[in-house]
């Protein structure tokens, strides 16, 4: 990803009690299911040229979607606006059947970039609604990957948006109930809301495994331990990005006294930094690096250029490419086709 034209020394470096410091959490940044859905676009342009259409934002960032927008890639909100016989890559989020049933009505070559995260949840909603379970969906309304799971068995699957959505749930039979979760949910507002469904329903079933990903989990993990030291935490990243989104409210839930979000460099503002000497920075798993290589640019204009890192977990999943884009066009595999890339910081690189 190309870096954003940065508006260098606009932030000042006022004194403070205190050596100033930026704490980066880390994990942070990009998960698997991102990268892989990044390269599928990247790759799609490749091998068939532009333009590639894309169902949605592939993945939550703006920087992403406009970097791919610049190379050809065209964003669409459904299939119907897709010329006939188009190459459409459907993204991180995963679609429903209907969308599927739409892309081949309209004789669309689909490229799945669906995370096999969301897929792993699909798979078990179809396979609850299989055994005649209703199914509990813990989300967000409107979400793109909310919307593709509840679409895998719309009749047997009721969403549950927050702890306080319990008490009002109206369900035919209590005893043959189980839950599952959006992939990109706090992971502690999550366990509080299956605590008051199980208080509700006591024989409510867990899903086989965790719904809420690995990413999640973990950029949640290390930005915990970081708001234990930073009064102000800076997360980079998009406001529909939901797993973005949920890092501000974990920073502040575990010690921040301040956390805001931003899609770049350019929008911290001069009065956050006020008195603050410990800064810690965090990014979603869409967000590039070199987005948050821009934040400690211009932190670093502001006097704090002595940078730290807390390691919480080590990730190294990777995932395969959707099978149409693991070659190259000749038709030869190439070392892109698992979808992994390493990536580090200029800092880290001195
Ligand atoms: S946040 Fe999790 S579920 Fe979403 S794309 Fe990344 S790894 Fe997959």
Not at 138 to 152: K, R, S, Y
Not at 333 to 345: F, H, I, N, Q, V
């Amino acid at each position: 990803m190309p870096r954003v034209p940065a508006l260098r020394n606009r932030l000042q470096n006022t004194p403070v009690a205190g050596a100033k410091r930026v704490i980066l959490a880390a994990p942070r940044g990009y998960c698997a299911g991102v990268d892989r859905a990044v390269i599928a676009v990247e790759k799609a342009l490749d091998h068939y040229g532009a333009p590639v259409y894309v169902r949605k934002q592939i993945v939550h960032n703006i920087h992403v979607v406009s970097t791919l927008e610049k190379k050809g890639a065209i964003f669409v909100d459904d299939v119907d606006e897709v010329p006939i016989g188009s190459h459409i890559v459907f993204s991180a989020h995963g679609v429903s059947p209907a969308v599927v049933q739409g892309a081949a009505d309209r004789e669309l070559q689909a490229i799945d970039a669906t995370c096999p995260l969301v897929t792993k949840v699909h798979r078990e909603a179809v396979r609850f609604a299989k055994q005649d379970k209703h199914i509990l969906l813990i989300g967000h309304t409107g979400h793109e990957e909310v919307e593709g799971t509840m679409g895998h068995a719309p009749d047997q699957t009721t969403l549950v948006t927050s702890p306080a959505d319990v008490p009002g749930l109206v369900v035919a039979d209590p005893d043959n109930l189980v839950w599952l979760s959006q992939t990109t949910l706090s992971v502690d507002e999550t366990m509080e809301t299956v605590r008051l469904l199980r208080e509700r329903f006591p024989n409510l079933q867990d899903p086989p495994s965790d719904d809420i990903c690995y990413a999640t989990q973990n950029r949640q993990v290390a930005i915990k331990k970081v708001s234990e030291q930073a009064e102000l935490v800076i997360v980079v990243g998009s406001a529909n990005s939901s797993n973005t989104v949920r890092l501000v409210d974990v920073a502040l839930e575990n010690g921040a006294k301040a956390a805001y979000r931003v899609d770049y460099a350019s929008e911290i503002q001069q009065e956050w930094l006020d008195g603050v000497a410990t800064v810690g920075v965090t990014s979603g798993a869409s967000v590039p690096e070199v987005l948050v290589q821009e934040v400690l640019d211009d932190l670093a204009d502001a006097g704090f250029g002595d940078v730290s890192q807390v390691v919480t977990a080590e990730e190294d999943l990777m995932f395969s490419l959707p099978k149409e884009l693991r070659t190259d066009p000749s038709g030869k595999a190439d070392e892109r086709g698992l979808g992994g890339r390493t990536r580090k910081l200029d800092w880290q690189q001195q």
